[in-house]
T-cell receptor, first 114, second 110 residues
Framework: DAGITQSPRHKVTETGTPVTLRCHQT?????MYWYRQDPGHGLRLIHYSYGVKDTDKGEVSDGYSVSRSKTEDFLLTLESATSSQTSVYFC?????????????FGPGTRLTVL | GQNIDQPTEMTATEGAIVQINCTYQTSGFNGLFWYQQHAGEAPTFLSYNVLDGLEEKGRFSSFLSRSKGYSYLLLKELQMKDSASYLC???????????FGAGTTVTVRA
């Protein structure tokens, strides 16, 4: 257990509404990641963070923004949700001092945009 | 971009052996990971290879050939609980990002 929680676990929303997903970790890891997972595409990186207020884009960042104002929380925001953003969203951490750079995943958030 | 290929589906019988192949073409290489993901759950870490050769962990082994851009995950003495998706991921650069293949769904039959 890497001490990662995600909230909410399930959400249904309507097109055009803003949505914020939260990833919370309890072990002060520096690196945190947001992925989406869709059938046939596997896990795709949306954004990642390498410290408080330090973030960068992944391969599918359009339509998403992130914020990290404190070490333990990494927020993913969909400013105006679209049906193409219906997906399962996973947060991950890379333990500080890891010799293998292994990432560990939170339980996921299933988001449906109608 | 990074290109990571693995078969979509495989089926095997309980007690048998299954080998899941992964080929990659990436801009660099700093390690290859295998994850297991049961339906509706999060991926969990299985193995890591950064040097050529075989890494064994109980019933699971992972092999890497960097010159061929190739890895496989070997699952021995298959059990019903091994029915899951298996994800191959490559760390291509020094910025601690992983690129994932689409995953291989393994179904174990009695």
């Amino acid at each position: 257990d890497a001490g990662i929680t995600q909230s909410p676990r399930h959400k249904v929303t309507e097109t055009g509404t803003p949505v914020t997903l939260r990833c919370h970790q309890t072990e002060n890891h520096r690196y945190m990641y947001w992925y989406r997972q869709d059938p046939g595409h596997g896990l795709r990186l949306i954004h990642y963070s390498y410290g408080v207020k330090d973030t960068d884009k992944g391969e599918v960042s359009d339509g998403y923004s992130v914020s990290r104002s404190k070490t333990e929380d990494f927020l993913l925001t969909l400013e105006s949700a679209t049906s193409s953003q219906t997906s399962v969203y996973f947060c991950a951490i890379r333990p500080t001092g890891s010799s293998t750079d292994t990432q560990y995943f939170g339980p996921g958030t299933r988001l449906t945009v109608l | 971009g990074q290109n990571i290929d693995q078969p979509t589906e495989m089926t095997a019988t309980e007690g048998a052996i299954v080998q899941i192949n992964c080929t990659y073409q990436t801009s660099g290489f700093n390690g290859l990971f295998w994850y297991q993901q049961h339906a509706g759950e999060a991926p969990t870490f299985l193995s890591y290879n950064v040097l050529d050769g075989l890494e064994e962990k109980g019933r699971f082994s992972s092999f890497l050939s960097r010159s061929k851009g190739y890895s496989y995950l070997l699952l021995k003495e298959l059990q019903m609980k091994d029915s899951a998706s298996y994800l191959c991921a490559v760390r291509a650069s020094n910025d601690y990002k992983l690129s994932f293949g689409a995953g291989t769904t393994v179904t174990v039959r009695a």
